[in-house]
């Protein structure tokens, strides 16, 4: 008995390598037919960067601006997120690895904020990816083991970003170095206007009141630059989101600290600061951006725009 089943195993061993072998050819046959198309779509890419210059991807809406504004007239610049969704758990479609093979390169936060990075991985073999928050100084997550990635939030973090594109544009394309600085000396210059601006305004708020809460604690970098603290129900979007234990959590703490007013962003749920909102009695005092930039119409549609009306919402609510 003991004979014929090694035999039997041996047959099944012997005919899933006969599968495997097949398999594998089949592999080969598709990756020859990819990568005879992969040499037409570069040649295109080669055609297309001799005629508009640079074809920039990005992961969402704020880098997109940033980058933007650096790169002006010289390129076109497009974002896989849509305005509204969060970059976090984004799931890509067909037409997102598209875009990111398209690209002459893909350009994401990095800190692992983009959680899909491995689908466009599987997906997009010829792009480059290059992290654009290389050299920021990393605020830990809870339990500290991951970092979090909301360093543009932060108007001095968005400063070193301009820095990070700027230089990778010009390694791209040398012959584009004095536009990209230009733009981005007048954009840096903006920023650190902004920069100055925030500290300003933020003094108006007593300093005991000034804490941030929202849904998601994405204020960590802004609240370490500009004196805050910060909580959310929830530490990251990629984390448990919203269990009553959190959400009690958050009213008390509203309660103790007698805070003035509490906040939400536009990519959440907001179901759960309208929560802690009528439990408290503490009203919510704006819509505040975070994972995106707004919508046309919402005068927040660039990163600049987006960070005034951040801390204008912040000063009005903390001052009540
Ligand atoms: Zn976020």
Redesign the pocket.
């Known amino acids: 008995m003991k004979k014929k089943g090694w035999i039997w195993l041996s047959m099944v061993v012997a005919f899933s390598l006969l599968l495997a072998a097949c398999g594998s050819e089949e592999t080969v046959q598709e990756d020859e037919t990819g990568t005879n198309e992969d040499n037409g779509s570069s040649e295109e890419v080669v055609q297309d960067e001799n005629e508009e210059g640079l074809t920039i991807t990005t992961s969402f809406s704020i880098l997109g601006d940033i980058i933007s504004q650096v790169i002006g007239d010289r390129g076109t610049v497009e974002y896989i997120v849509p305005i509204g969704e969060?970059?976090?758990e984004y799931e890509p479609v067909p037409s997102d690895f598209q875009k990111v093979s398209d690209a002459d390169v893909f350009y994401v936060n990095g800190l692992d904020l983009e959680e899909w990075l491995e689908s466009i991985l599987t997906n997009v073999t010829e792009t480059e990816i290059v992290a654009i928050s290389d050299g920021v100084t990393a605020i830990p997550l809870e339990g500290g083991e991951e970092d979090d990635p909301?360093a543009w939030l932060s108007a001095k973090n968005a400063i070193l970003y301009v820095d990070n594109i700027v230089e990778d544009l010009i390694k791209r394309d040398p012959d584009g170095e004095s536009v990209y600085r230009e733009n981005a000396d007048a954009y840096i210059t903006q920023l650190e206007e902004l920069d100055a601006w925030i500290e300003e305004e933020v003094v108006e708020i007593p300093e005991e009141k000034r804490v941030i809460v929202v849904s998601?604690n994405?204020f960590k970098y802004f609240g370490a630059d500009y004196g805050f603290e910060t909580e959310g129900v929830w530490d990251?979007?990629s984390h448990a989101e919203g269990t009553p234990q959190q959400v009690s959590r958050i009213i008390d703490l509203v309660n103790d600290l007698e805070l003035p007013a509490v906040f939400v962003e536009t990519t959440v749920n907001q179901d759960f600061m309208k929560q802690v909102s009528n439990e408290t009695n503490v009203p919510i005092a704006g819509e505040v951006y975070?994972?995106a930039v707004g919508l046309e119409g919402s005068g927040a549609e660039t990163y600049l725009e987006m960070m005034e009306h951040n801390v204008n919402v912040f000063v009005e609510g903390l001052t009540q």
């Open positions: 969060e970059p976090h909301h998601e994405a990251i979007n975070t994972d």
